[in-house]
């Protein structure tokens, strides 16, 4: 196939989540992005298992429903970029001498039996090169299980979709971030999905990145747990008082101390990882969130006191339009994060590679 026939057509974003499908598409000709079309549906999360989707029925069924009935505006072709969760995949920055550009693959396999725990022939990997100079090359590296990619591409063929693109879920949030945010400066991103948080150390391009269990259901439901609420009951409390002052406050914080613990460990681990590491000498200036946590209030300020940075929520959509078609409301624009990022994806820049 002659890919210079379709770098000029368009694509949209497909993440697939825990218990949940989101698409957007974007028409990306001017400075102001804005979008033709978005949605969301659900689906039983027995379908998928670690990262693979083992039920194709169930999920193309509800891929299916999305595009012929669950749709605000419209998606406009087939052709997809697709997400591929962080917790299932291998990333990692390599420090290679400097090397011929044609010896830099054999290179990061070599590295790559190294770090990874999983035998080379049961994975796809690929990189990218990150910064260059007189004495060395810096490539990010992602592997990515067989099964999961190979699970995905029978799920297209289904719905008789064209893969353009497979990226992890920090690569999108990473693009969004880049491409809607002020981002010159080494910045820790924090994208809170339903059942888990990813990091990522972004300093012009993505640095460090890592995965942690526990996300926004987790919070819901230790919330419930503590209250002896309703599952709905604990989502409306969480949304509306989160970590901020209030009658449960205490109740709250003791349900969700662990999960918090765990969380600014984790941060400040990748912190020094990568601050030791710079031959710039960079410091990490600011924490910038992404979904659903970012919308709990006090979390913020939470990590604020705990980290000793600034902490603020990204918000895209001041630079992605809705114009003609309904916006989602506030709170449910905040699961688009990815799809958004996916969507982004200029198809002339793949096939110049």
């Not at 550009?101 to 796809?124: F, G, R, T």
């Not at 990091?199 to 926004?216: A, E, L, N, S």
Request: charged content about 25%.
């Amino acid at each position: 196939m002659n890919t210079h026939f379709y770098k000029d057509k368009p694509l949209f974003g497909l993440d697939i989540g825990f218990n949940s499908i989101k698409v957007m598409q974007l028409n990306n000709q001017s400075s102001k992005h804005t979008v033709t079309g978005y949605g969301v549906v659900s689906f039983d999360h027995k379908a998928i298992n670690n990262g693979v989707i083992v039920d194709q029925e169930h999920i193309a069924k509800a891929a299916l429903e999305l595009f012929k009935n669950g749709l605000v505006g419209e998606i406009t072709t087939r052709r997809v970029a697709f997400s591929v969760p962080a917790a299932r995949t291998f990333s990692r920055i390599i420090t290679l001498p400097k090397l011929a550009p044609k010896d830099i693959k054999d290179a990061v396999m070599l590295e790559a039996e190294q770090y990874i725990p999983v035998p080379l022939d049961e994975l796809y990997i690929d990189y990218v090169v990150t910064q260059k100079s007189d004495e060395k090359t810096d490539v990010l590296a992602v592997a990515v299980p067989k099964k999961v990619v190979d699970s995905y591409l029978t799920l297209t063929k289904l719905l008789d979709l064209e893969v353009v693109v497979m990226e992890t879920t920090t690569g999108a949030t990473g693009r969004l971030f880049q491409s809607t945010d002020a981002h010159n400066i080494p910045t820790v991103l924090i994208d809170f999905g339903s059942v888990s948080a990813d990091i990522t150390i972004f300093d012009q391009t993505m640095r460090v990145t890592g995965t942690i269990p526990g996300g926004g259901d987790d919070i819901t439901n230790l919330i419930a747990k503590e209250l002896g609420v309703t599952r709905d009951e604990a989502h409306i409390i969480k949304l509306k008082y989160g970590l901020s002052v209030s009658k449960k406050q205490k109740q709250i914080m003791r349900a969700l101390q662990p999960l918090l613990d765990q969380l600014v460990r984790e941060i400040k681990r990748m912190i020094r990882y990568y601050e030791e590491r710079s031959n710039e000498h960079h410091k990490i200036e600011q924490v910038v969130t992404f979904g659903g946590g970012a919308n709990v209030p006090g979390l913020s300020e939470y990590l604020i006191d705990n980290l000793r940075l600034p902490v603020r929520a990204c918000d895209p959509w001041n630079h992605i339009q809705f114009k003609h078609i309904q916006p989602p409301s506030d709170v449910e624009r905040s699961m688009y994060i990815t799809a958004a990022g996916l969507a982004l994806i200029n198809p002339k820049e793949i096939f110049q590679k």
